[in-house]
């Protein structure tokens, strides 16, 4: 992160509330170096989905000949999604359900931005810009029981990671 980007107040300001609030990761409560962060542990029990992955559902392949020339998963190539390009960060298995669930049903708002900054980097090459991020709209009984819609919050995330150009950490 530029530390010159944010002003000095700011900065201090983050400094003083990590003192008495000492930062903890977001899927396992472990201390780490800065709040909205994941620790060594948890990251590396991530499955980023990286290249041969199908380019319409992000389906990831096991080798790059897996996908054909095409890098089209079969279920892709006989029903065609109705997007052109798609992608996904990481599988959704046991570390990403701790830290998307939590958004989605117990206000643990906070996990959007790490979310996010996965997303853009899983984007890259997608994303540009002057993308526009557009949430699923929630129902508005669900977003009256949430009191949030967590899609937004990930599109917000997504389009000022995105536009700056941030890596996950």
Known sequence: ???????????????????????????????????????AT?????????????????LPFPSRAAGGATLTCTACAENPPPWREGRAAM??????RQLI??????????NATLLARYMAAAARGLVEKDSIFIPV?????????????????????????ADRGQRPA
């Open 101 to 110: 669930l939590p958004l989605k049903y117990a206000d643990r708002t906070e």
């Open 1 to 39: 992160m530029n530390h010159h980007a944010h002003p000095w107040w700011r900065r201090a300001g983050t400094r003083m509330l990590d003192t008495l609030f000492p930062p903890h990761c977001l899927a396992c409560g472990a201390d780490v170096m800065q709040a909205g962060l994941l620790c």
């Open 137 to 161: 709209p929630l129902h508005r009984v669900r977003l009256f029981t949430r009191r949030y819609n967590q899609a937004a919050l990930l599109a917000c995330a997504l389009a000022r990671t």
């Open 91 to 96: 599988v959704y298995d046991d570390l990403p």
């Open 42 to 58: 948890c990251v590396s029990q991530l499955h980023l989905i990286t290249s041969p992955y199908c380019h319409r559902c992000a």
